[in-house]
């Protein structure tokens, strides 16, 4: 069987929002560039929610875009307006992206501090 990585992405829409084919294809263009910053092995599955809907036309913001990613270990939610829905997927995928560098950033100076410590028990014999 072949294992490989899967990100399984579940669209919803609300109000007047349809769903189609270029749009479907502009979302996943948008969530492969997410795929770097998520820790998962070969055979786990992530799960993308990506809600679409009319936004509040009375402030003047049109669409908004909510995007969850379900990860191993990491669950994070960002939301995006736009006055089109491309605006809206942008925004929110700028905000996950931010997000997700922020925490495997800290991850990595963790390990990074972790094993300076390690090294300097071995050294120093503390």
Known sequence: MDKRKS?????KT???VNLNNELRIYIDEKLEALDKFLNYEDGDAVFVEVELQEGEPEKGRSFRADITVNA???????VGWGESLHAALDESKDELTRRLRRDKKKKLNLLKKAGRKVKDMLRFGS
């Open 72 to 78: 191993p270990g990491e669950r994070v939610h960002a």
């Open 7 to 11: 990100m399984n992405v579940n669209i």
């Open 14 to 16: 609300k109000g007047n």
